[in-house]
């Protein structure tokens, strides 16, 4: 079993800046890729950004390329995700994934997953 912990959310104004950790305990090994998704009221789980373990690749959203940035630390199993000019559409729940299904944005495809945690962007 993996086990993932989110953390860093929080309130902040527009403009400004969040750093989410991703801490990762369990069987870490079992898995490949990272990635971070959000889910705002009413709308579906979305994909962020993700990461190979060996940190090698990363891909984003093109709603948050240039803002977020993606990074992982393997000596302390956990996975970052900056986040800059935040814009109070990037309000939502933020969840750490992890999984073997493949190089994709696609939630159904990660086996493990944090509990989240919330990040509210106010205009």
């Known amino acids: 079993q993996v086990q993932l912990v989110e953390s860093g959310g929080g309130l902040v104004q527009a403009g400004g800046s969040l750093r989410l950790s991703c801490a990762a305990s369990g069987r870490t090994f079992s898995y490949s890729i990272v990635g971070w998704f959000r889910q705002a009221p009413g709308k579906e789980r979305e994909f962020v950004a993700r990461v190979t373990w060996s940190g090698s690749a990363t891909a984003y959203a093109d709603s948050v390329r240039g803002r977020f940035t993606i990074s992982r630390d393997n000596a302390k199993n956990t996975v970052y995700l900056q986040m800059n000019n935040l814009k109070p559409e990037d309000t939502a729940v933020y969840y750490c994934?992890?999984?073997?299904?493949?190089?994709?944005?696609?939630?159904?495809?990660?086996?493990?997953w944090g509990q989240g945690t919330q990040v509210t962007v106010s205009s």
């Open positions: 994934a992890a999984g073997n299904g493949g190089w994709s944005a696609t939630p159904s495809l990660y086996a493990y």
